[in-house]
């Protein structure tokens, strides 16, 4: 009997969370799988995307991580209503990633064109007068960035430790072709271009009030659906734990090395769960 509830408990856990990336109120449909996609059944994209539990980790990690840059934290504070919907940039970069890693060619492509014009429309300018675009190819080459590299190692930690090194390069090699189309430049190939890609970034980034307050809205928000809590809680926490360190101090996050074992035990058997749930 034990077993049969918690079963119910993983496949409700699963339905709630299907319901946060696919939200019918908004006319969304499910993704489902294209073999005539920008990628297709045998990339490294497509096992690594198919995730539930490693995205949203690895999603929550690059948003803290792209939001040290100043001009893409001004674009958060000056074009979103951040303060109310945290949580539905996350949502929207999801399903970006699902239809872009999943859908048809022509269903990709409207995506891809959908974001650069959102993004040909937000500039202004920073507190010390600075302009910015959400266009320029520099910043887009740092979010892209973030977003793979937090991804990566989101799977890596949680869903294949055992990755191989040439598995890692060629999924840095796969996500050129949606960052490419979106404009950004410099676009990493493999892993090593990556780092040294945030190396030259890092004398740019910045932590201040600012920061701290879109960081905090983040980590507090309130579950959109009251089911997935203990979700949420848990991966918001192994997101913190993703980031590197010189970020987590950056945002001035306390070190989570006396909790780090129970994170990560935590956010695996969870990632197990949800796997189980959605089989």
Known sequence: MA???????KRAMAGEVRALFNDRSRGERPV????DGLFGPQSVAWRVHRDVTSMMVGGVAALLLQM????V?????DHSGFRHDMLGRLRRTARFIAVTTYGSAADATAALDRVRMIHDGIS???PDGTTYRASDPALLAWVHVCEVTSFLAAWRRYGEPG???ADQDRYVAEMMRIA???GANPVPSNRQEAARLIERMRPSLVADTRTREVAGLLLRQRPARLAIAPFQAITFRAAVDLLPGWARRMHGFADPLA??????AGTFGLAEAVRWAFR
Not at 68 to 71: K, N, R, S, V, Y
């Open 259 to 264: 909790a780090r074992p129970l994170v990560r």
């Open 73 to 77: 934290l001004a674009g958060v504070w």
């Open 163 to 165: 990755m191989t090194a």
């Open 32 to 35: 489902m799988p294209q073999s």
């Open 124 to 126: 202004g300018a920073l």
């Open 180 to 182: 490419t189309p979106l």
């Open 3 to 9: 077993g049969v509830i918690a079963q119910r408990m």
């Open 68 to 71: 040290l840059h100043p001009a």
